[in-house]
């Protein structure tokens, strides 16, 4: 009877696993068959030339028709985010996993798990109020990339406070005590022993953070973002997105170019995902490496 309860857990496990690999798949082979055909520099840069091309990259030449200004868009608020929510997602993690304890621990940690599971578009309308807010004490100020950047480092805070607390409660307590018995202090400790071995968890939580910030529509949509803004010269201007340029294209488009132009789009989102999560990989694995090398070479 166990073996047929291990080979029906097999079974069902395996399937799960081709189930999902066969969604992705498919997923991708359909935005191929459908974008890939308009995928080039007409898609990014639209009637421009090559000249022209080179002006767009030095911020010389505006795009108009093409998904140029979205692409850095999506860039800038990634950036913004992530440069936003991550000082603030390890302190929280660190205090999570080396100082909090008891009920503080645990007000804390539902808290944060809350957090993670607001929806977005809350999110996005907390930002729209805290903007509406903040208009009266600032008449200049509406919604903008500033505001969205904020949003959304609210958004992916928890997956990085998670990832940080899991990481560091995970080392061995040898760590922590052999350091104590060397004399180094609890700060020495954290900075100079944890933290890096900690590393490949934390840089876990980093590339969902990437993806999420990356991806999300809801909260942009209430918070600055606009269909035809061009590239922000401020933080306080509107800008354009992939993700609203998908969304809108997909409700308001007029013929099947357009439609094609909004799978090229996904297809162009998801390379810039593909790229950020091998970015965050490689610096991940040379992390790893230079631990190995120092646990090596003393």
Not at 20 to 32: E, I, N, P
Not at 76 to 99: D, K, N, Q, R
Not at 176 to 183: D, E, K, N, S, V
Request: proline share 4%.
């Amino acid at each position: 009877m166990t073996r047929f309860y291990n080979f029906m857990l097999y079974l069902f496990s395996g399937l799960c696993g081709l189930l999902l690999v066969g969604s992705a798949f498919t997923l991708v082979g359909f935005l191929l068959w459908q974008g890939a055909s308009i995928m080039g520099l007409k898609l990014i840069f639209g009637t421009l030339d090559m000249s022209e091309i080179i002006d767009v990259i030095f911020w010389q030449r505006i795009v108009i028709d093409g998904l140029w200004p979205a692409m850095v868009g999506t860039f800038f608020l990634v950036f913004m985010a992530l440069s936003t929510a991550l000082p603030l997602g390890l302190g929280a993690g660190i205090y999570l996993a080396e100082y909090a304890g008891g009920r503080t621990k645990t007000f804390f940690s539902i808290v944060f798990d809350l957090l993670a599971g607001v929806p977005s578009i809350v999110i996005g309308l907390f930002g729209f109020s805290l903007t509406l807010y903040l208009h009266r004490y600032f008449p200049g100020l509406r919604p903008c990339l500033l505001i969205s950047g904020l949003a959304l480092a609210l958004l992916i805070l928890p997956y990085l406070v998670r990832t940080t607390q899991t990481a560091l409660e995970e080392l061995p307590d040898s760590l922590r005590l052999t350091a104590a018995a060397l004399g180094a202090e609890k700060s020495a400790v954290i900075i100079s022993v944890l933290l890096p071995q900690a590393l490949p968890g934390i840089f876990s939580g980093i590339v969902l953070a990437i993806g999420r910030a990356a991806e999300d529509t809801a909260v942009i949509m209430l918070t600055g973002v606009v269909a035809s803004a061009g590239i922000p010269r401020s933080l306080f201007d509107n800008y354009e997105a992939l993700p609203f340029y998908i969304y809108y294209t997909a409700s308001q488009f007029s013929d099947q170019y357009e439609l094609q132009q909004g799978f090229g789009a996904a297809l162009v989102l998801l390379v810039i995902c593909i790229l950020l999560f091998t970015g965050a990989g490689l610096i991940r694995k040379k992390a790893t490496l230079r631990l190995l090398y120092q646990h090596r070479h003393p």
